[in-house]
């Protein structure tokens, strides 16, 4: 069984790639939904701007295809954002996977947008099993301009002025706003962990 | 909150990082991988690779280097010079980059900066500002790469960033020439002008020579990142102890 990756045509996904293979995971890139056979657990990696992305993902029938699925699934930056039900990024409707909406990010007072560095995690759920190890203070690599606002899905935040949805967590589907394949040591555990877990 | 970032940056030139003085008399200080791999380990928060020769030689960067450095760290990394086009970018963020830099072809057609943001998003695209005071004014220069082909461009600093940014630049790294290589401290009065039209983070560069360099830079210029790259090179500060001095001076760090 292995990650299945999955190539929209317009991701990146290199630095993942590169990071699971670090991280001594087994992985295939899947570009299309008929490839899941196989796989026990999916990525879905940044893509650029979200219309774009959303459209090469209904083209491909991903939408339908994870609307019916429950293996654990990981959605990474903007992959995460497509997973809610709309984006403000172009204002389009995404995959609907999980409740709430991405909305512009306001950047602090003194701050500047987008939000990109390096930032601490505040764990909210102590038993969110893509956390295990990793602490309250990690810091972990950002770069985003939308995000989505905590709520009852939020598993940890980070502080960019007001609390910013790092990880969130809804069944079997979780996404993470920073991007563990450039995160360091925090973020390999974070891979590490996705590979492991049972949901 | 945010954490302010240590950014060495690697010159490189035909595979190897090089550093001169004054964009001149460039020196082999060693191979891509072994160093990126050295800074990551040492707590660098990101990496630029920086191809001096690419714009003036009218070649660009070759990914093979950039996938290269993309399989081993696991820290983010920029790709600078030479990139002329949505293709050339393309293929430098597909083979592991997280972020291009445009400098030179964004002087010669502004408007890459504007299909650079919309095919990869904003955050993707850095522009590199190379600036000092020609007539009582910060204005930018072009073709830095190769001394021969140094040109002066005409445009103001500080309206190039603001116009920059318009176009959907993510990030700004300004290199202030006058400092390039000295070690004399950061050109605080210059990043404190840009730091007023800068809406996007904002990263220092030339003229680290001193931990308290980079502590004036943060303070003063509240930039959001300082790069440096002969004192890294050289051994003059190694990030690890910087970042641990920075920490204890108040500075917000990632450890």
């Known amino acids: 069984m292995s990650i299945g990756l999955i190539d929209t045509g317009c991701a990146n996904l290199a630095s993942v790639r590169f990071a699971l293979e670090r991280a001594g995971l087994t992985y295939r890139v899947i570009d299309t939904p008929a490839r899941m056979a196989g796989c026990d657990r999916f990525i879905l990696p940044g893509v650029g701007a979200a219309g774009p992305a959303m459209r090469r993902l209904r083209t491909a029938g991903w939408d339908q295809a994870l609307a019916t699925d429950t293996r654990p699934l990981l959605g990474i930056c903007l992959g995460m954002q497509m997973l809610f039900e709309r984006s403000a990024e172009g204002e389009v409707a995404c995959l609907g996977l999980i409740p709430g909406a991405i909305e512009k990010l306001p950047p602090p007072a003194d701050g500047v947008w987008p939000h990109m560095g390096w930032n601490a995690l505040e764990i909210l759920d102590p038993d969110e099993p893509l956390l295990a190890g990793i602490e309250t203070g990690e810091h972990v690599y950002f770069v985003h301009g939308f995000y989505a606002p905590p709520g009852p899905v939020t598993a940890a935040v980070c502080d960019y002025g007001r609390p910013v949805s790092a990880l969130v967590r809804h069944r079997h589907i979780a996404g993470c706003q920073f991007h563990p394949e450039r995160s360091g040591a925090a973020g390999a555990r974070i891979l590490a962990n996705f590979a492991m877990s049972s949901r | ?255």
Not at chain 2, 144 to 163: F, M, N, Q, S, Y
Not at chain 2, 184 to 213: F, M, N, W
Request: glycine share 10%; aromatic share 6%; with cysteine.
């Open chain 2, 1 to 255: 909150m945010l954490a302010r970032r240590i950014i060495p940056c690697l010159d490189v030139r035909d595979g190897r990082v090089v550093k001169g003085v004054r964009f001149r008399d460039h020196e082999d200080v060693g191979d891509i991988v072994d160093l990126a791999r050295r800074y990551a380990r040492e707590g660098a928060d990101e990496l630029v690779f920086y191809d001096i020769a690419a714009s003036a030689r009218g070649r660009t960067v070759e990914p093979e280097w950039v996938s290269a450095v993309a399989r081993e760290l696991d820290i983010p990394f920029c790709v600078a010079g030479g990139i002329r086009s949505v293709d050339d970018a393309r293929a430098r963020l597909f083979a592991g980059a997280d972020k291009i830099s445009v400098n030179t072809p964004a002087l010669e057609d502004p408007a890459i900066i504007d299909r650079l943001a919309a095919e990869f998003g904003s955050q993707c695209v850095v522009l590199g500002v190379d600036s000092r005071i020609i007539e009582g004014a910060w204005r930018v220069h072009q073709y830095t790469g190769d001394p021969d082909k140094t040109v002066i461009g005409h445009r103001r600093t500080l309206d190039w960033i603001a116009e920059g940014i318009d176009r959907g630049a993510g990030e700004v790294v300004l290199n202030c020439m006058d400092q390039d290589g000295v070690r004399d401290g950061y050109d605080i009065e210059q990043l404190q002008a840009v730091r007023q039209v800068c809406s996007t983070p904002l990263i220092a560069s030339g003229g680290a020579g001193r931990k308290e360099h980079f502590k004036s830079v943060f303070e003063l210029a509240k930039v959001e990142g300082a790069l440096a790259a002969s004192v890294f090179h050289k051994g003059v500060i190694e990030i690890g102890q910087l970042k641990a001095w920075l920490g204890g001076e108040g500075i917000r760090v990632r450890p």
